[in-house]
């Protein structure tokens, strides 16, 4: 657009003869859907939202009351020694559940490998798992709720993906 365009445009905007101010008439598209009882929601947000946000309802970040066991995972990274990574978790009575891993693996890959390891352990018991990692616990949290294959959709259907 050219500078006198420009200037047109702006002293049309200025002369106040061509300017009326109106109050707008907006249609709102929620208006128009079908309802046979106004007064009740069609649904209930925050049960939708838990439904797709929450992974598990027993995965959690308060510890147990009265836990079978505890697990405590933790790395360390030894620039010393080249960038090699270990990670362990803690048993009270197995002692460490736990192994070095090779080079070339970074912290948040060691932090993921311990905490699966100590999942696959505690399947079926109840367990306290603690860790000082934000990634790890993050993670467990976020990906939970990613479609999987065979699971339902929103609109109650199967994705075959």
């Given at each position: 657009m050219s500078n006198a365009r420009v200037t047109q445009?702006?002293?049309?905007?200025?002369?106040?003869?061509r300017i009326q101010f109106l109050k707008t008439s907006a249609l709102n598209p929620a208006t128009?859907?079908?309802?046979?009882?106004?007064?009740?929601?069609?649904?209930?947000?925050?049960?939708?939202l838990e439904t797709l946000t929450n992974l598990r309802s027993d995965l959690t970040d308060n510890p147990l009351p009265t836990p079978e066991h505890?697990?405590?995972?933790?790395?360390?990274?030894?620039?010393?020694?080249?960038?090699?990574?270990?990670s362990s978790g803690s048993h009270p009575r197995q002692g460490h559940l736990g192994q070095a891993l090779?080079?070339?693996?970074?912290?948040?890959?060691?932090?993921?490998?311990?905490l699966s390891q100590s999942l696959r352990w505690?399947?079926?018991?109840?367990?306290?798992?603690?860790?000082d990692s934000r990634y790890a616990f993050a993670t467990a949290h976020v990906h939970g709720p990613l479609p999987r294959?065979?699971?339902p959709n929103l609109r109650r259907e199967t994705d075959q993906k």
């Amino acid at each position: 657009m050219s500078n006198a365009r420009v200037t047109q445009y702006q002293v049309l905007l200025l002369d106040s003869s061509r300017i009326q101010f109106l109050k707008t008439s907006a249609l709102n598209p929620a208006t128009l859907l079908p309802d046979d009882d106004p007064q009740a929601p069609l649904h209930d947000c925050s049960d939708i939202l838990e439904t797709l946000t929450n992974l598990r309802s027993d995965l959690t970040d308060n510890p147990l009351p009265t836990p079978e066991h505890g697990l405590y995972i933790w790395q360390q990274l030894h620039p010393g020694r080249g960038p090699i990574c270990g990670s362990s978790g803690s048993h009270p009575r197995q002692g460490h559940l736990g192994q070095a891993l090779g080079h070339g693996t970074s912290a948040k890959r060691a932090e993921l490998i311990a905490l699966s390891q100590s999942l696959r352990w505690a399947k079926g018991k109840s367990v306290n798992i603690y860790t000082d990692s934000r990634y790890a616990f993050a993670t467990a949290h976020v990906h939970g709720p990613l479609p999987r294959k065979g699971t339902p959709n929103l609109r109650r259907e199967t994705d075959q993906k």
